[in-house]
């Protein structure tokens, strides 16, 4: 074999020079070691990017560089093997980087009897390596032919930072803690390896590399500025305008929130809480916090994280006038990474992306902007994942500040996990350096879940409140609503929809969207009727969240008469003067109050109605309500009996009834404590260290959903069902540009049972022509023409398949 060794070709370019192996081992090492000097482990991510490919010096693999017939082996667990070797369990972390940089993590070893793990470990890669069979696997069998191949490319290992520790991975860490600090390195490892082969493909195998260029740095001083010329241009003067005491109040409200803000950003870095009374500005008065924090602290980014799209839709785009070019600003200072952020392609292949588009979707793969904007989907099911690509990006939130908004949305049975993983984040004596601010009107007491926590973190979950007295805000915002408590009392859905048609505007919120669609039924030829759930594509809703705006105007009075779902109530910035909401769990009840007499506004107060319909034989609530319920209606008739009338007290603006909610939720429920079926497993693979179990059991959204692209703009959906179902050749990319195209158009449903009626109105959508799917492994569909999608309704199945 030729003494030079490869580590990559391009395969539609035969011409193009190979890529040395030893420059990607070099550079791999360089990126990786300066991913990871941000949380404190450069040594270790220089080692991990020496080493990653070390199974690449093999005959085996050099043969198939040049014949793509030859099988692929595994070439990553030799290089797992020599840093066992040589670093025992120092090496441990980036030993399971390096065996998961292309399979993804496994696990984390533990010792037996008085072996250690590591050498466990390293004995389990050698009893592989003599098993004729088992050694087939790899694409070489001895390790000391590698190891003589790197070292005769001029490579020599350096000695490990901490070499005097004596602490062992899994005796220390067998925890959420551990877990992280393994996902951080290998996100060090990857983006480095990814970035490397990505300027080489490029480059087209040409010298220089062309690698991708970095990301904007935040200036936390000159952002500082510039919200504060937004503030006082926006927001102080719009105030000013308005004169009455009430429009006063609010306006308090906001500015002593934000004064409080910039107090706490003097604190020490770690994990705060910020509870205020929805309307007082929280999504300014958090930048205000970070841009101040960041500062001081010399902190890289601001991530914000949201638990739905319509809520970072409505922030990117205070955000994006805040910092926009006209103000300085490079266009990619903010980035959106969440489902909806399409990517700008041409009609050629990727590498012919139009430049920005190309940037943005480059700087997408790895967080490489000052301020991110995304989901909770997104950013915790990443940090709990295994998957390389998904972890890449997880090294970029090292000296960050995380906004985490509406944290009341997080589902209970996750919750814990949760807290454990992001207290490792915010450690102020941990390597990442960041400060986590868990935000919403309607703060949970997650703080009762303390001893929990330390179960999987020894920090447990301590943070410090950044508003020192909330019960002074919540008291200054009492007077916008009253609140009727009337579930008691179970009404018809027909006396409902009479009920609405005394009021011009109103809105109802409604537990189930079979609910919401036999209300409309009710109300139709009402003026004013519009509908908002999740049986509209996202781009429906989005243009009826616009409709809704325009008609809100306090001066006219425009007819509107709304009926939603939940998907109106967290963070979501609509305000009526009438909110009728049907029994649901306390949190749920206080962020629909907050969409009644918003801002304060109104001449009149507004009023909130706490209804229930009468029981039609089905379930009255979607999955995961009914112990919230359960505990709300105990909670109720506790309270009752100690103040009687509830109409005359005010429970949404007292954080502290909440408080005792909350608590007396998680008492009742035996939530966050482990012990139940739907938390045992995950926290056991978080004790167990399995990466994998975790990745599969941490999910925010089930993953028995379909979606169904809709013909909500008839011709976007006839083109994109033709293009998807055309023989026409594919470029490379086709398939995930698509994807981002017909994100706005689709409706995500439960999956349906083999032989549901739903499947007679849905068609799969076939993205491989070489393979057909069996139809329950199928996870995106289009509607037939046998189904309608209504302009008010969404998707309009019959009422039997519509829960």
């Known amino acids: 074999m030729d003494s030079t060794y490869f580590a990559h070709t391009i395969k539609d370019n035969p011409n193009a020079e190979w890529q040395p192996l030893k420059e990607h081992l070099s550079s791999v090492a360089h990126l990786a070691k300066k991913n990871a000097e941000a949380f404190g482990e450069g040594n270790l991510g220089e080692i991990a990017g020496l080493v990653h490919d070390l199974g690449k010096y093999a005959d085996q693999f050099q043969i198939r560089l040049h014949d793509s017939n030859v099988k692929g082996r595994d070439h990553s667990t030799a290089g797992a093997a020599l840093i066992l070797q040589c670093y025992k369990h120092l090496g441990e972390k980036a030993a399971l980087a390096v065996e998961g940089h292309h399979i993804g993590l ?62 062992l991975l899994h005796d220390i860490y067998a925890s959420a803690s551990a877990m992280l600090d393994v996902r951080m390195l290998l996100s060090a490892l990857v983006d480095a390896d990814y970035t490397d082969t990505e300027a080489y493909c490029d480059s087209q195998g040409n010298l220089p590399r062309h690698f991708r260029p970095a990301g904007p740095e935040l200036i936390p001083q000159e952002c500082q500025r510039q919200l504060k010329d937004y503030i006082e241009n926006n927001i102080s003067k719009n105030s000013i305008s308005t004169s009455s005491s009430s429009a006063a109040e609010m306006q308090f409200v906001r500015t002593l929130l934000r004064q409080q803000c910039l107090k706490a950003a003097d604190e020490p870095r770690g994990l705060f809480t910020l509870t205020a009374p929805t309307g007082s500005g929280k999504t300014l ?53 969440h489902s909806l952020a399409r990517q700008k392609c041409s009609n050629q292949d990727e590498d012919s992306i139009e430049e920005t588009g190309k940037f943005e979707r480059l700087l997408s793969d790895n967080w490489d902007a000052p301020i991110i904007l995304t989901t909770n989907v997104k950013l915790l099911e990443s940090l709990m994942s295994n998957r390389p690509q998904q972890c890449r990006k997880l090294h970029r939130l090292a000296k960050s500040v995380i906004l985490f908004d509406e944290v009341q949305t997080l589902p209970p049975k996750l919750v814990v996990p949760t807290l454990a993983t992001i207290s490792r984040l915010a450690d102020p004596l941990g390597p990442f350096g960041c400060s986590v601010v868990f935000s919403t009107a309607t703060q949970p007491a997650f703080g009762h879940l303390h001893k929990h926590v330390c179960e999987l973190n020894v920090n447990g979950w301590q943070p410090t409140e950044i508003v020192k007295n909330p019960e002074k805000m919540f008291i200054k915002t009492s007077k916008r609503a009253i609140v009727h408590w009337q579930h008691d009392s179970p009404i018809e859905l027909s006396e409902l929809a009479d009920r609405m048609k005394a009021y011009a505007q109103v809105l109802c919120i409604v537990n189930l969207k079979r609910h919401a669609i036999a209300l409309i039924k009710e109300l139709k030829g009402t003026d004013g009727l519009l509908h908002l759930s999740t049986n509209m594509c996202p781009a429906h809703r989005k243009k009826t969240l616009e409709t809704i705006h325009e008609r809100l105007n306090l001066q006219k009075d425009t007819p509107i008469r709304l009926i939603a779902t939940q998907c109106v109530e967290a963070g979501v910035d609509i305000d009526f003067p009438v909110v009728y909401r049907a029994l649901a769990p306390l949190d749920s009840l206080a962020q629909a109050a907050g969409r009644c007499n918003r801002h304060n506004l109104r001449k009149q107060k507004g009023s909130v109605f706490i209804f229930r319909f009468k029981s039609d034989g089905k379930s009255e609530y979607p999955p995961g309500y009914k112990e919230g319920v359960q505990a709300t209606e105990i909670f109720l008739n506790a309270l009752k009996s100690e103040v009687g009338d509830l109409d005359q007290y005010d429970l949404f603006n007292n954080p502290a009834a909440l408080q005792r909610y909350y608590k007396m939720f998680y008492d009742l429920t035996s939530r966050g404590s482990g012990s139940r079926d739907d938390e045992l497993h995950l926290w056991n693979a978080i004790r167990e260290g399995d990466f994998n179990k975790v990745a599969d059991l941490y999910r925010l959204i089930d993953q028995t959903n379909i979606n169904i692209l809709v013909p909500y703009h008839k011709a976007e959906f006839d083109r994109l069902v033709a293009e998807i179902f055309s023989d026409q050749p594919r470029n490379f990319g086709f398939v995930r540009q698509w994807i981002s195209e017909v994100r706005p158009y689709t409706v995500s449903l439960f999956r349906p049972k083999r032989n549901d009626l739903m499947r007679a109105f849905i068609a799969p959508i076939p993205f491989s022509r070489y393979r057909t799917n069996p139809e329950e492994e199928v996870d995106w569909f289009h509607l037939l023409p046998s189904a309608k999608y209504d302009d008010l309704l969404g998707l309009d199945f019959p009422d039997s398949l519509i829960y």
């Open 106 to 167: 496994k696990q984390i070893r533990e010792g037996v009897g008085n072996r250690p793990a590591w050498r466990e470990w390293l004995q389990e890669i050698a009893d592989d390596l003599q098993d004729p069979q088992r050694q087939k696997r790899y694409t070489e069998a001895h390790l000391n032919v590698l190891m003589k191949r790197f070292q005769s490319d001029g490579f020599i290992l350096p000695p490990r930072a901490d070499a005097n520790d004596a602490r």
């Open 285 to 337: 008065a958090m930048l205000t916090f970070a841009l101040e924090h960041a500062a001081k602290h010399g902190l890289r980014r601001i991530v914000l994280v949201m638990p739905y799209l319509n809520i970072i839709e409505q922030t990117a785009k205070v955000y994006s006038t805040i910092f926009d070019s006209e103000n300085g600003f490079p266009k990619e200072f903010i980035l959106e990474d």
